[in-house]
C-alpha cells in the first residue's frame, strides 16, 4: 500500500462517519475529533472503518496515533511495513 | 375464525403528526410475522423502517406510495390467519384512500391525539401541479411531489425538476429538498418541546458525582481491546440510570389522563444529534436486562442508523414510541450541565454534563479526581423534590460500583 492509498482510507474512514467532510476541509496536523466535529462514538467507528480498510489491527493503546491526519498516516505507514 | 387486523400510518412520538409511506416492502398475500419491515416510511425523524405488529397475511394494500398521510391513516389490512380471501389482484387493490373527518387515529396516548388534532384542524389539501409523466417518475422514484418546488407555469413540477433532482443530488432543488426535511424535523422539535413548557411543570435538580471508579473501570475493560469494542463512559451512564429507575420507578412512566402510570419496562430514549441538523431519539428496551457490553452495542447500533452512517441501515418505528424516560449527554460538546425539556408523556429526562478534573480532599491529601453533573428535570405533578435528590444520589452510589452493573 502507498501513502496516497493511505491518505485515501483515511479520508473513506472518516467520511463514513462524517459525509460532508472533504479532503481540503482537513488541516492534517489538527485533532479530527475537534475539526470534524467528531464524538467518542463517531472516533470509534471511524477506526473500526480504517481497521476495515486498511487491513492494519487497532488497539485501544494506539487510539492517540489517530487524532491527526498525519499521525495516522504515519502510525498506518509503519504498521504496514511491520506486517 | 379470520381476523381482519388494520395496518395504520404509526405515531412515533407526540411530535408527530403526519408521515409518508415511501414503499411498500410486501404485496398482498405475503406471509408477515410480528416485528417483519413491512414499509419504508419518510418521516420527520428520517427515513424509518415500519414493523408489523401481528403474524398474518397481507390483505389489502390501500395508499399507493409515495404519498403523505396523518398519523393513524388506514394504510392496508391483514388476516391474522388463513389465506388471504381477497384475489384481487395488486393494481386493482390500490386505490387512492380519501381522509375523512373522523379518521381512525390509533395513537400512543392523548397528548399526541390532541396535537395531531390540531394540526389536522389546520391543515389544508396541497393541490400539486405535475403531468402525468412527472407524476409517474416521481412515484418509480419515491419523491413526494408536494415537497418539490415545481419550475412550470402555476409552479407545475416539470420533468426538468425531477431530472434534476435525480441526476444532481447537490442541486439547489435537492438543497431545497434537504432544507424542507430538516424544517419539518424543526417544526416537530419546536411544536412538541413548545407544548411541554407549556404543560408540564418542570422543576430542575444536579448533583456532581465522581466517575474515578468507572473511567479505572473502563481503562481496565477497554485495555488492548479493538474499536469495534470499545465501551465508552455513556454506556455505563444508561445501564446506571436503568438499575436505579428500578429502585425509583416513580420516573419511569407516563403522565396520561391526570394520573401517572409507572411503566413496566424500562425503555430509554437517547438523545442523538444529526450532522445535517436536528436530533432523534430512538429508544432502547430494556436495559436494566442487558449488560454494558450488550447496552454499548445497542447504541452503537441505534447511532448508527440514526446517522445513517452505513446505507440500508434505518431506525424502526418500535424504536421511535414507547421510551419512558430520555437521557441527553451533552458532555462531550464541552458543556457542564444540560436541563433538558420533558418529552411528554414522560416525566423526567437526565442529563449528562462533561467530565472534569478536580482537585479532591481525601483525608490530609489533595487527590487528582474525575467529576461530571447529572442533571434531572422532573414533573412536578408526579415526583418531588425529595424523591429526585434520593434518585439522583442512588444514581452517584451505583456508579461508584462499575464492576457490578
Given at each position: 500500500m502507498?501513502?496516497?492509498?493511505?491518505?485515501?482510507?483515511?479520508?473513506?474512514a472518516?467520511?463514513?462517519?462524517a459525509?460532508?467532510?472533504?479532503?481540503d476541509?482537513i488541516d492534517c496536523d489538527?485533532?479530527?475529533?475537534?475539526e470534524?466535529?467528531l464524538?467518542?462514538?463517531?472516533f470509534i467507528n471511524?477506526?473500526?472503518?480504517?481497521?476495515?480498510?486498511?487491513?492494519i489491527?487497532?488497539?485501544e493503546g494506539?487510539?492517540?496515533?489517530f487524532?491527526t491526519?498525519n499521525?495516522?498516516k504515519?502510525?498506518?505507514?509503519s504498521k504496514?511495513?511491520a506486517? | 375464525?379470520?381476523?381482519s387486523?388494520?395496518?395504520?400510518m404509526p405515531?412515533?412520538?407526540a411530535d408527530m403528526?403526519e408521515?409518508?409511506?415511501?414503499?411498500?416492502?410486501?404485496?398482498?398475500?405475503d406471509?408477515?410475522?410480528?416485528?417483519?419491515?413491512?414499509?419504508?416510511?419518510?418521516t420527520?425523524?428520517?427515513?424509518i423502517?415500519?414493523?408489523?405488529?401481528?403474524?398474518g397475511?397481507?390483505?389489502?394494500?390501500?395508499?399507493?406510495?409515495p404519498?403523505?398521510?396523518?398519523?393513524?391513516?388506514?394504510?392496508?389490512?391483514?388476516?391474522?390467519?388463513?389465506l388471504?380471501?381477497?384475489?384481487?389482484n395488486?393494481?386493482?387493490?390500490i386505490?387512492?384512500y380519501?381522509?375523512s373527518?373522523?379518521?381512525?387515529v390509533?395513537?400512543v396516548?392523548?397528548t399526541?391525539v390532541?396535537?395531531?388534532?390540531?394540526?389536522i384542524?389546520?391543515?389544508?389539501?396541497?393541490?400539486v401541479?405535475?403531468?402525468?409523466?412527472?407524476?409517474?417518475i416521481?412515484?418509480?422514484?419515491?419523491?413526494?411531489l408536494s415537497?418539490?418546488?415545481?419550475?412550470?407555469?402555476?409552479?407545475?413540477?416539470?420533468?426538468?425538476?425531477?431530472?434534476l433532482l435525480?441526476k444532481e443530488?447537490?442541486s439547489?432543488?435537492?438543497?431545497?429538498?434537504?432544507d424542507?426535511?430538516?424544517?419539518?424535523?424543526?417544526s416537530?422539535?419546536?411544536s412538541?418541546?413548545?407544548?411541554?413548557n407549556?404543560?408540564i411543570?418542570?422543576?430542575y435538580?444536579?448533583l456532581?458525582?465522581?466517575?474515578?471508579?468507572?473511567?479505572?473501570?473502563l481503562?481496565?475493560?477497554?485495555h488492548?481491546m479493538a474499536?469495534?469494542?470499545?465501551i465508552i463512559?455513556i454506556a455505563?451512564?444508561?445501564?446506571?440510570?436503568?438499575i436505579?429507575?428500578k429502585?425509583y420507578?416513580?420516573?419511569?412512566?407516563?403522565?396520561?389522563n391526570?394520573?401517572f402510570?409507572?411503566?413496566?419496562?424500562?425503555?430509554?430514549?437517547n438523545v442523538i444529534?444529526l450532522r445535517?441538523?436536528?436530533v432523534?431519539?430512538?429508544?432502547?428496551?430494556?436495559?436494566?436486562?442487558?449488560?454494558?457490553?450488550?447496552?454499548?452495542k445497542?447504541?452503537?447500533?441505534?447511532t448508527?442508523?440514526s446517522?445513517?452512517v452505513k446505507?440500508?441501515?434505518?431506525?424502526?418505528n418500535?424504536?421511535l414510541s414507547?421510551?419512558?424516560?430520555t437521557?441527553t449527554?451533552?458532555?462531550?460538546?464541552?458543556?457542564?450541565?444540560v436541563?433538558?425539556?420533558?418529552?411528554?408523556?414522560q416525566?423526567?429526562i437526565?442529563g449528562?454534563?462533561k467530565?472534569?478534573?478536580?482537585?479532591?480532599?481525601?483525608?490530609d491529601k489533595?487527590?487528582i479526581g474525575?467529576q461530571?453533573?447529572?442533571c434531572?428535570?422532573?414533573?412536578?405533578?408526579?415526583?418531588?423534590g425529595?424523591?429526585?435528590?434520593?434518585?439522583?444520589?442512588?444514581?452517584?452510589k451505583?456508579?461508584?460500583k462499575?464492576e457490578?452493573?
Amino acid at each position: 500500500m502507498i501513502l496516497n492509498e493511505i491518505e485515501r482510507h483515511i479520508i473513506k474512514a472518516l467520511q463514513e462517519v462524517a459525509p460532508e467532510i472533504e479532503q481540503d476541509d482537513i488541516d492534517c496536523d489538527e485533532d479530527f475529533r475537534e475539526e470534524c466535529d467528531l464524538d467518542s462514538m463517531d472516533f470509534i467507528n471511524y477506526l473500526e472503518a480504517l481497521q476495515r480498510l486498511t487491513g492494519i489491527k487497532i488497539r485501544e493503546g494506539d487510539y492517540a496515533n489517530f487524532y491527526t491526519f498525519n499521525n495516522a498516516k504515519a502510525f498506518i505507514w509503519s504498521k504496514l511495513k511491520a506486517m | 375464525m379470520t381476523k381482519s387486523i388494520d395496518i395504520t400510518m404509526p405515531s412515533l412520538g407526540a411530535d408527530m403528526t403526519e408521515g409518508m409511506l415511501a414503499e411498500w416492502l410486501i404485496k398482498v398475500g405475503d406471509k408477515v410475522q410480528h416485528g417483519d419491515v413491512i414499509a419504508v416510511l419518510e418521516t420527520q425523524k428520517g427515513a424509518i423502517d415500519m414493523e408489523v405488529y401481528d403474524d398474518g397475511i397481507i390483505s389489502e394494500l390501500l395508499v399507493k406510495p409515495p404519498k403523505t398521510v396523518p398519523v393513524g391513516t388506514l394504510l392496508g389490512r391483514l388476516n391474522d390467519s388463513g389465506l388471504a380471501q381477497n384475489t384481487l389482484n395488486e393494481t386493482e387493490q390500490i386505490i387512492e384512500y380519501k381522509i375523512s373527518d373522523d379518521l381512525d387515529v390509533r395513537l400512543v396516548d392523548q397528548t399526541s391525539v390532541n396535537h395531531i388534532k390540531t394540526v389536522i384542524n389546520k391543515k389544508s389539501d396541497v393541490i400539486v401541479n405535475a403531468s402525468p409523466v412527472v407524476r409517474k417518475i416521481a412515484s418509480e422514484q419515491s419523491l413526494d411531489l408536494s415537497m418539490i418546488k415545481g419550475s412550470g407555469f402555476n409552479n407545475a413540477v416539470v420533468l426538468r425538476d425531477i431530472e434534476l433532482l435525480i441526476k444532481e443530488p447537490n442541486s439547489k432543488q435537492a438543497s431545497y429538498l434537504k432544507d424542507i426535511k430538516l424544517a419539518k424535523m424543526r417544526s416537530a422539535i419546536a411544536s412538541i418541546m413548545s407544548q411541554s413548557n407549556k404543560d408540564i411543570p418542570h422543576f430542575y435538580m444536579s448533583l456532581e458525582v465522581s466517575i474515578d471508579n468507572a473511567q479505572r473501570w473502563l481503562e481496565q475493560t477497554n485495555h488492548d481491546m479493538a474499536p469495534q469494542a470499545h465501551i465508552i463512559l455513556i454506556a455505563l451512564l444508561l445501564k446506571a440510570v436503568a438499575i436505579t429507575l428500578k429502585t425509583y420507578p416513580e420516573l419511569n412512566g407516563f403522565y396520561l389522563n391526570d394520573r401517572f402510570e409507572q411503566a413496566k419496562d424500562i425503555n430509554i430514549a437517547n438523545v442523538i444529534s444529526l450532522r445535517t441538523g436536528g436530533v432523534v431519539v430512538p429508544l432502547i428496551a430494556n436495559i436494566d436486562q442487558l449488560t454494558v457490553f450488550e447496552t454499548m452495542k445497542a447504541l452503537r447500533d441505534i447511532t448508527i442508523r440514526s446517522r445513517s452512517v452505513k446505507s440500508g441501515g434505518r431506525l424502526r418505528n418500535s424504536e421511535l414510541s414507547g421510551a419512558t424516560i430520555t437521557i441527553t449527554n451533552m458532555g462531550e460538546r464541552g458543556a457542564d450541565c444540560v436541563f433538558g425539556i420533558i418529552h411528554p408523556p414522560q416525566v423526567a429526562i437526565i442529563g449528562f454534563g462533561k467530565v472534569k478534573k478536580i482537585a479532591q480532599v481525601c483525608g490530609d491529601k489533595i487527590n487528582i479526581g474525575e467529576q461530571l453533573t447529572i442533571c434531572l428535570s422532573a414533573d412536578h405533578r408526579v415526583i418531588d423534590g425529595i424523591l429526585a435528590a434520593k434518585f439522583l444520589n442512588r444514581l452517584a452510589k451505583i456508579l461508584q460500583k462499575p464492576e457490578q452493573l
